[in-house]
């Protein structure tokens, strides 16, 4: 098979009539397998509700989707997108009968158009048994007329460079050689849910991207702090979570009013211990989120060592106000890989437009690499009204549904007053 990572390099699409869909490593998992590629039938069902014209069938543990005339390169490069498929291969079909499997077979390589030297071989199995020639002797019958029109091809059956895959059916026979790289994962909501804290940088959205792919389903928490950060600033988030929402078909935005707990922070004279503070306070609200919300988990950006605030033993001490796993998919990469992976996902130029966030304002000239948890212990506990202003922060938190296209809605819930619509609508 020829490997390609992504659609638009694929030879063989403008000339297929299917696509195959192939399943990730859950098919080893016996017992949820059903439940797992239910669930990726689900997501593309979803998908391709857009394109009337294409079909779906499951079988023999594949997915397939007819195209009928819809845009094949569009639809591949979605699909490749879909957490749980490793692979997707364009594929042509013909009647199941000699001389059409000669011909496709013909005509397929014609579309591939390897150069002369390529190694080659075809690799037939015969499905149908009825079929009157057998795997081995229909190898033979396949790349005997293809040799014959290409003598640049090179025989090679061990290790060949370009491999024709022939899978004679009842129904009809299947051809293809490419397969396109799939995002591979685990199937969407198969794990569970988690909160993700989703800041206007770089890496929690490349964060959530990740834990959606091990098959968490996500909901994103964001703090602001108006009129210290701007509309501007939440607006990014609000897109954000809206290129995250394309992988999921939807997202779940709380939005938490961040201001008077930061600035119970102030003033207090321990400004190198700010970052941690605030950190701290978000994870006490995201895990009262997390509850209301029936999530088992928490998922940051954090990466090891990448600021004062993720220095292992900043990580400890702001870790340690929360009882849920604290989930950090981020903590061994570089920032070059996390940059790489958020311009995959298309977060990249959204996360370096210049709006401050709500951490940046009360940025402290030299923030702790090394905090004291007795000491912040005691902080806390000492400033006055701090857990009423917690409590408030929750109380005042918006949630909002956010969608690919566009059209949000206040999520469920008293919370969502009527003037919330005209500022998301
Ligand atoms: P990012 O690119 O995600 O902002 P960063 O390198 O800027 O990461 P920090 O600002 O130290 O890192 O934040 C660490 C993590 O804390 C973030 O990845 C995010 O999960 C969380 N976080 C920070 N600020 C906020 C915020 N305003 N709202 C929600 N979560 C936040
Ligand atoms: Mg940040």
């Known amino acids: 098979m020829i ?27 016996g017992k949820n397998r059903a439940r797992f590629e239910k669930s990726v039938l689900r997501h593309v069902k979803e998908l391709l509700k857009i394109y009337p014209r294409a079909e779906i069938s499951k079988e023999f543990g594949r997915l397939y989707v007819a195209l009928n005339g819809e845009p094949a390169e569009t639809l591949a490069e979605t699909l490749r997108n879909v957490f749980g498929i490793v692979s997707i ?34 690799d037939a199995r015969r499905v149908w048994k009825a079929f009157p020639h057998g795997s081995l002797e229909l190898n033979k019958l396949v790349s005997t007329p293809l040799l014959q029109g290409y003598p640049g091809l090179l025989v090679d059956v061990k290790a060949p460079q370009l491999e024709l895959k022939v899978e004679v059916r009842e129904t009809q026979t299947l051809i293809f050689c490419e397969n396109i790289a799939g995002v591979g994962g685990f199937p969407l909501g198969t794990s569970g849910k988690a909160m993700l804290l989703l800041s206007g940088g770089i890496d929690s ?15 994103c928490i964001h703090f602001y702090s108006f009129p210290y950060t701007s509309e501007l600033a939440r607006q990014k988030v609000v897109d954000l979570a809206r290129v995250l929402s394309r992988y999921s078909g939807g997202i779940k935005l709380h939005l938490v009013p961040f201001t008077e707990v930061q600035t119970a922070f102030t003033g207090i004279g321990q400004d190198n211990l700010m970052i941690t503070l605030m950190r701290r306070a978000m994870l006490r609200i995201a895990t009262k989120l ?80 090394n905090p004291n948890l007795r000491i912040l212990e005691r902080i806390e506990a000492t400033l006055p009204g701090y857990n009423e202003r917690l409590d408030a922060a929750l109380e005042g938190t918006e949630t909002v549904l956010i969608t690919p296209y566009g059209n949000e809605r206040p999520s469920d819930g008293a919370a969502m007053e009527a003037g919330l619509q005209e500022e998301w609508f």
């Not at 042509?92 to 150069?115: G, H, M, N, Q, Y």
């Not at 959205?205 to 909901?219: F, H, K, N, T």
């Not at 509850?291 to 220095?311: F, I, P």
């Not at 920032?335 to 370096?352: A, F, M, N, P, V």
């Open 3 to 29: 490997e390609v990572t992504t659609a638009g390099a694929a030879k063989s699409l403008a000339y297929a009539d299917l696509l195959l869909l192939r399943f990730g490593e859950f098919t080893l998992k």
């Open 89 to 122: 291969s364009p594929v042509k079909a013909c009647a199941s009968r000699l001389e059409d499997i000669v011909e496709t077979s013909r005509a397929f390589l014609e579309r591939l158009a390897p150069e002369p030297g390529t190694t080659f071989k075809v």
């Open 205 to 219: 959205p490349v964060a959530g991207w990740s834990s959606m792919r091990r098959g968490l389903e996500v909901e």
């Open 290 to 369: 997390a509850e209301r919300e029936g999530a088992l988990a928490l998922v940051t950006g954090d990466s090891l060592g990448q600021v004062a605030s993720q220095t292992l033993s900043s990580m400890n001490a702001i870790g340690r106000t929360t009882e849920l796993p604290l989930l950090r998919p981020l903590v061994m990469m570089d920032k070059s890989e996390i940059i790489d992976l958020s311009k995959r996902i298309g977060t990249y130029e959204l996360s370096i437009l210049p709006y401050e966030d709500c951490c940046t304002l009360f940025v402290p000239k030299s923030p702790t690499t």
